[in-house]
């Protein structure tokens, strides 16, 4: 198994493609601690992960729940071997009518979160460790209203690389996966609150060359990837998770020729 004895942070543990993350790295040998911010999530996801993983309730955006998150790592685990940082929200954030609170409220959990999540668990990372953070492809789309979110994560991109060099002189690796749409609760809530991700799916699928949404296991197998040795002469890389939406969107279905 390429995760035996070792030990793994997965932010946004509780759902989506942190749980499917944490999930396949159990299956893999390793023990992992995931965070979440709704303890009924939490402890369902633990039910579901078994007794390899911990949960810990947090709110990354509270700079006191971070140092819960490490002691409590450092208590059950003593070192880490691998950090995904997972953890985000999106929302609208339309030019004309946003107010600063919404839009730092994304940018705060997007990109400042991150950045204290790594620096908060870098104590804890052996050398040779790897961190993967959690991208998006609308980075670069332009999707309207998106602004905040967009520029979140295009900051994760830039951030990721400045971690790379900063860690390289430990062995550490810093990579970046970067999903497209995925079938995940974030399609759900918010302004989408009462849409199916089967609806998202039939809105998005015709602009995606694969036709369909991802799975989170799909993205889950890149983050697996770069966090193993599989990768040990990666880092200030990005694997792509999108059905081919940003590589080839002439690809898509919406604009192939009738047969």
């Known amino acids: 198994m390429r995760f035996q004895n070792k030990t793994a942070l997965v932010t946004g543990g509780n759902s989506g493609i942190g749980f499917a993350t944490a999930k396949m790295l159990i299956e893999q040998g390793a023990r992992v601690a995931i965070t979440g911010r709704d303890p009924k999530?939490?402890?369902?996801?633990?039910?579901?992960?078994?007794?390899?993983?911990?949960?810990?309730?947090?709110?990354?955006?509270?700079?006191?729940?971070?140092?819960?998150?490490?002691?409590?790592?450092?208590?059950?685990?003593?070192?880490?071997?691998?950090?995904?940082?997972?953890?985000?929200?999106?929302g609208p954030t339309p030019l004309g009518s946003t107010t600063a609170a919404a839009f730092e409220a994304i940018t705060r959990t997007n990109l400042t979160a991150v950045?204290?999540?790594?620096?908060?668990?870098?104590?804890?990372?052996?050398?040779?460790?790897?961190?993967?953070?959690?991208?998006?492809?609308?980075?670069?789309?332009g999707f309207a209203g998106s602004a905040a979110y967009s520029a979140s994560k295009a900051g994760v991109t830039g951030m990721a690389k400045v971690f790379?060099?900063?860690?390289?002189?430990?062995?550490?690796r810093v990579n970046t996966v970067i999903p497209g749409a995925t079938r995940t609760p974030i399609w759900t809530r918010g302004?989408?609150?009462g849409q199916t991700?089967?609806?998202?799916?039939?809105?998005?699928?015709?602009?995606?060359?694969?036709?369909r949404l991802a799975n989170p296991e799909e993205t889950a197998r890149a983050v697996l990837y770069l966090a193993s040795d599989d990768s040990v002469g990666v880092t200030a890389a990005e694997i792509?998770?999108?059905?081919?939406?940003?590589?080839?969107?002439?690809?898509?279905?919406?604009?192939?020729?009738?047969h």
């Open 197 to 211: 991700l089967d609806d998202t799916e039939s809105a998005f699928g015709p602009r995606i060359p694969l036709g």
């Open 191 to 193: 302004a989408r609150e």
């Open 164 to 172: 790379a060099s900063e860690l390289a002189p430990r062995g550490i």
């Open 41 to 90: 999530k939490l402890d369902h996801a633990l039910t579901a992960l078994g007794p390899n993983a911990i949960g810990i309730e947090a709110d990354l955006n509270d700079a006191n729940a971070l140092e819960r998150v490490a002691q409590k790592v450092t208590t059950e685990f003593g070192s880490l071997d691998i950090v995904f940082a997972n953890a985000g929200i999106s």
């Open 240 to 258: 792509v998770v999108d059905g081919g939406l940003t590589g080839a969107p002439s690809g898509a279905p919406i604009f192939r020729a009738p």
């Open 115 to 141: 950045f204290l999540t790594v620096q908060a668990a870098l104590p804890l990372m052996r050398e040779g460790g790897a961190i993967v953070l959690n991208g998006s492809v609308m980075r670069g789309e």
